[in-house]
C-alpha cells in the first residue's frame, strides 16, 4: 500500500525528512521507515546496496503517480484552462483556474500542492545524486538526472512563461535546484536558465541510462523523447526534429491500429507508448485521478467543448474513444456528451506522458518550421500518418505555408486532448484561448495572459523572502 505523501516544515520552509524521500512507497526497506524525522543521515550511509539505490529511485516514481502530477492536477489544468472542457452545471475542483479566477491560495490549493509535489521529487533525485557510493549504481543517478529534468520542466510550463514570450527567454521561470539544503531560500531563474538545466540534466541521463524499453521507467528512448518535446517548447526545431526522429526511427515503437486505439488508455505498455504512469489494483487515485475528472460516475465536473468534437470527421475513431453520449446532460449548451478518454473510475488507467503519436507530430511542426522541401515533405507524411490512424479514408495532407501549421496543431488537438498539451499548444505558438460554447464568465482570454500561468502558492510566498509572485497575482 502507498503510503501518503507528507508535507513537512523546518523553520518554515517546505521540507521532507529522510525518512520521507526514502521513500513514499509500498512495502520497502522498512527500516527507512523507522528513522527519527529529526536525525541526520547522509544519504552514503543510507544507500549502501544496489537494493538501498534502487528503493529511493522508486520513491521518485511514486512522486509522478500524485493527484499534483501524473496523477490527475498537471495534465487537467493544461486541459481545463483551455478550450477543450467547458464547465458542466457543478464544479468545484480547479474550476477557478478554469474561470481564470486562481490566486495564491486556490479552492483546491493547486498552487501550493503543485509546487511541493515537484519539488520534492527534485529533493528526491537531490539527495540520490549526493550520494557517494562505489557501487555498479550509475542506472539510478542516470533516472534521478532525468527525474530532476522533467519536473523542473513541468514546473517551469506551468509557473512560467513559455520559452519566446520574451526575446531571450528572459522572464521568470522556476528555482533551480540541484543541491539538498533545506534552509536554502530559492530565488526564482529566468525561463532560459531553467530550460539549459533542464537540457544539461537530461543529456547527462543519456550517458548514464540503459536501454530498457519498459514503458514504466526511464530509458534512453524515454529520455531521447521528452527531450525532443523540451526542444520543440523551446523552438529548437533541428534538435526537436533529430530527437524525435531517433525515437520514431529505433523501431521500438509502433502506433496502435485505429480499431484498437482504446487499447493505448486501458492497458499497459501498449506498442506506442513510450513512458507512462503506473497505476495498479493497489496503488491507485481512485475517484481522484484524472478520470474522475469527467466521467459520469466521478466528479464529472468538466465536459467537452462542441468546437473539440466538431474537430474530428465522422468514423475517425477517436472522436468514438474520446466521447461519451450521455442523454442525462439534457442537451443545451451544456450538450450531450462526455469526455470518455480516461473511463475507468477506479483509477486504475495509466497516464501517458508520451506516445509515439506525440513525437510523429513533434517532427512535423519542428520539418514545417525548418521549412526545407524535404521537410515540409516530412512534415505532411507525418500529420497524414496520424489523421489516417484515426481514419484511414481522411484526406492526405498537401497543404502548404500557414495552412500546414493549422494542420499540425488540429491534428495535435485531436490526438492528444485531455492529455495535458492544449493550453501550451495555443500559448506556445501565441494564440488565445476562445471558448464558442462557454459556461462560465472567462470565454475569450486573449495572449498575452498573465492569467495562463499558475500563481506561486502562498506557502512558499510566506516562507521565501527571495520569491517573486507571478504578475497579475
Known amino acids: 500500500m502507498k503510503t501518503n505523501i507528507y508535507k513537512l516544515k523546518t523553520s518554515g520552509k517546505l521540507f521532507l525528512s529522510l525518512t520521507l524521500i526514502l521513500f513514499t512507497i509500498v512495502s520497502c526497506s522498512e527500516s527507512f521507515l523507522e528513522i527519527d524525522p529529526q536525525q541526520d543521515v547522509s544519504m552514503s550511509e543510507a544507500l549502501t546496496t544496489e537494493s538501498d539505490f534502487a528503493t529511493a529511485i522508486i520513491g521518485c516514481y511514486d512522486g509522478l503517480q500524485d493527484r499534483s502530477s501524473y496523477g490527475k492536477f498537471f495534465i487537467a489544468v493544461a486541459d481545463v484552462m483551455s478550450d477543450d472542457v467547458k464547465a458542466g ?61 522533467l519536473a523542473h520542466f513541468d514546473l517551469v510550463r506551468i509557473y512560467g512563461q513559455h520559452y519566446t514570450y520574451s526575446d531571450d527567454a528572459s522572464h521568470l521561470g522556476v528555482p533551480i535546484v540541484t543541491t539538498v539544503d533545506v ?31 519498459n514503458s514504466f521507467y526511464f530509458s534512453q528512448n524515454v529520455v531521447k523523447a521528452l527531450l525532443s518535446r523540451v526542444y520543440l517548447y523551446k523552438e529548437d526545431w533541428e534538435n526537436a526534429e533529430a530527437m524525435a526522429n531517433e525515437v520514431i526511427e529505433s523501431g521500438d515503437y509502433s502506433l496502435v491500429e485505429g480499431e484498437s486505439y482504446s487499447s493505448i488508455f486501458s492497458g499497459d505498455h501498449s506498442s506506442e507508448t513510450i513512458f507512462e504512469v503506473d497505476m495498479t489494483v493497489v496503488d491507485n487515485l481512485g475517484a481522484a485521478g484524472l478520470a474522475g475528472n469527467y466521467v459520469i460516475n466521478g466528479y464529472n465536473e468538466f465536459l467537452p467543448t462542441t468546437d473539440l468534437m466538431n474537430a474530428y470527421e465522422d468514423g475517425d475513431v477517436r472522436k468514438e474513444n474520446n466521447f461519451l453520449y450521455d442523454s442525462t446532460l439534457g442537451g443545451g449548451l451544456y450538450g450531450n456528451y462526455r469526455a470518455d478518454k480516461f473511463k475507468d473510475i477506479l483509477g486504475y488507467e495509466n497516464t501517458p506522458i508520451i506516445r509515439l503519436s506525440e513525437l510523429y507530430l513533434i517532427r512535423a511542426e519542428a520539418a514545417y518550421h525548418l521549412n526545407t522541401p524535404a521537410f515540409i515533405a516530412e512534415a505532411q507524411s507525418d500529420v497524414t500518418t496520424i489523421r489516417k490512424r484515426g481514419l484511414s479514408t481522411a484526406d492526405a495532407v498537401t497543404s502548404t505555408g500557414q495552412e500546414l501549421l493549422e494542420e499540425i496543431l488540429l491534428e495535435r488537438r485531436r490526438e492528444l486532448c485531455y492529455e495535458g498539451h492544449r493550453l501550451w499548444d495555443l500559448t506556445r505558438n501565441k494564440l488565445g484561448v476562445y471558448r464558442d460554447d462557454c459556461t462560465t464568465t472567462a470565454c475569450s482570454i486573449d495572449y498575452p495572459n498573465d492569467g495562463f500561468i499558475l500563481a506561486i502558492g502562498e506557502d512558499e510566498m510566506e516562507v521565501n523572502e527571495n520569491m517573486i509572485q507571478n504578475s497579475g497575482y
Open 89 to 149: 452545471l457543478v464544479t468545484n475542483r480547479i474550476y477557478d483556474w478554469h474561470s481564470y479566477s486562481g490566486s495564491s491560495a486556490d479552492f483546491t490549493d493547486l498552487a501550493d500542492d503543485i509546487w511541493a509535489n515537484y519539488y520534492r521529487i527534485i529533493d528526491r533525485a537531490n539527495r540520490i545524486l549526493e550520494a557517494g557510493s562505489g557501487l555498479d549504481v550509475d542506472e539510478f543517478y542516470g533516472q534521478a538526472y532525468a527525474f530532476r529534468a
Open 183 to 213: 534552509l536554502a531560500e530559492p530565488a526564482r531563474n529566468t525561463v532560459a536558465e531553467v530550460y539549459a538545466q533542464v537540457i544539461s540534466d537530461f543529456e547527462t541521463a543519456l550517458t548514464l541510462i540503459g536501454d530498457d524499453a
